[in-house]
């Protein structure tokens, strides 16, 4: 019998449980019960395989790497999982694989990311390096291995951050007059709606609403793990559909199907095999070409996305709003992608406003039908 408890006199939670030789244990896993479920997986595994007092306290970041990676899977999106592992494989444990986890310093962490911009690394990439590496060793405090996180001391590199490029509504007309067969649809979700790649090439004809005019995001597409639940619990979302982009859609149907109703479980985009897009042939055959044939710069599907959110600003939508059809998973991330944007629509607002109060606009009063009062 194993059991989690949480101590009210310090807060912190704590596990209990006995052994492979029948002795009782307990052991403090911090004030996250997030934490004690992991530490407590951790030690029934060690028992059930014999193994619990007999491994090494202060394994090598290489080996509690793997032993993190197996920790949480499950609890991540496997392309998250994955992209941990390639950031420490490729960039960390060549440099400090071989250290204990008590050798590990401020200063070894320090210099790994001075070795990284030496090499010519990015500053964005260099402080996702120690964005990884502060989770992994964060564990190892919780699963009191070590006593200090020693990137606690590390200053994450400085990100000068680019505006995001988008196209005016003029220019994304352009962009949808010149697209052929099921990438007018796509672009048009794309710069209308707001959908990341990976959602798009998810998006079933269930999850559409045409009458109701709304799209719903469940789930996104990676080429490499498939479909999965949405980036974040914000990224679930439902977005409204244009009247523009609703006919698009319309005409895209009835061209697939007619007067028939499609199988809500089908695919919007697919190839010819009925499987989700290859995401090169999008980008390259199909998203390129069509900015070609339209003689507009080249720029990122992402910043389609960008270009959504643009409009939306144009159009008078607030912050918080755009934070929830964007499926962000906090107002800041909004703000400091599109602060420029919205000192602009302020800027506007603002000239406006002292137009009326300085006398330089005419306020229209709108004639009182009879019978009513001074509306003084």
């Given at each position: ?5 949480r ?39 060690e ?20 032993y ?15 992209d ?45 390096v ?34 995001p ?39 079933r ?16 597409y ?9 980036k ?49 042939n ?30 939306c ?13 964007l ?50």
């Amino acid at each position: 019998m194993a059991y989690i408890r949480r101590r009210k006199d310090t807060g912190n939670y704590v596990i209990g449980f006995r052994d492979q030789h029948g002795r009782w244990h307990e052991k403090t896993a911090g004030p996250r019960r997030k934490d004690a479920e992991v530490l407590l997986r951790r030690v029934l595994r060690e028992v059930a395989e014999g193994t619990y007092g007999k491994r090494d306290e202060n394994p090598t970041l290489a080996e509690f790497s793997d032993y993190f990676l197996r920790a949480r899977a499950g609890e991540v999106k496997a392309s998250t999982l994955e992209d941990y592992g390639r950031v420490m494989s490729l960039h960390v444990l060549p440099r400090l694989g071989k250290f204990r986890l008590r050798e590990i310093t401020p200063a070894a962490v320090q210099g790994l990311l001075l070795d990284l911009e030496g090499e010519g690394m990015s500053a964005a990439m260099r402080g996702k390096v120690l964005r990884y590496l502060k989770v992994l060793l964060r564990l190892a405090v919780r699963l009191e291995l070590i006593e200090r996180d020693p990137c606690r001391a590390a200053r994450a590199p400085k990100v000068e951050r680019k505006e995001p490029r988008f196209f005016t509504s003029e220019e994304v007309s352009c962009l949808l007059e010149a697209a052929e067969g099921y990438m007018k649809p796509l672009l048009a979700a794309a710069c209308y709606a707001g959908l990341r790649q990976g959602e798009l090439l998810a998006l079933r004809w269930g999850d559409i609403d045409l009458f109701g005019g709304t799209i719903t995001v469940t789930r996104t597409y990676h080429y490499a793990h498939g479909f999965s639940s949405p980036k974040t619990p914000a990224s679930r979302r439902t977005v409204p559909i244009i009247p523009t982009l609703r006919a698009i859609l319309e005409d895209y149907r009835r061209e697939q199907f007619g007067a028939l109703e499609p199988d809500p479980e089908r695919l919007v985009f697919l190839n010819q095999a009925g499987n989700p897009i290859d995401r090169r042939n999008l980008v390259n055959r199909g998203f390129r070409r069509a900015l070609e044939a339209a003689g507009l710069p080249e720029i990122r599907f992402h910043d389609l996305r960008h270009t959504f959110a643009s409009l939306c600003i144009e159009g008078g939508v607030d912050p918080k709003t755009l934070q929830a059809l964007l499926g962000h998973s906090s107002i800041k991330v909004t703000m400091d992608t599109y602060s420029h944007l919205y000192q602009t629509a302020f800027d506007r607002a603002s000239r406006a406003l002292e137009a009326v109060a300085s006398g330089g606009a005419k306020v229209i009063r709108m004639p009182r039908k009879e019978g009513e009062g001074d509306p003084r």
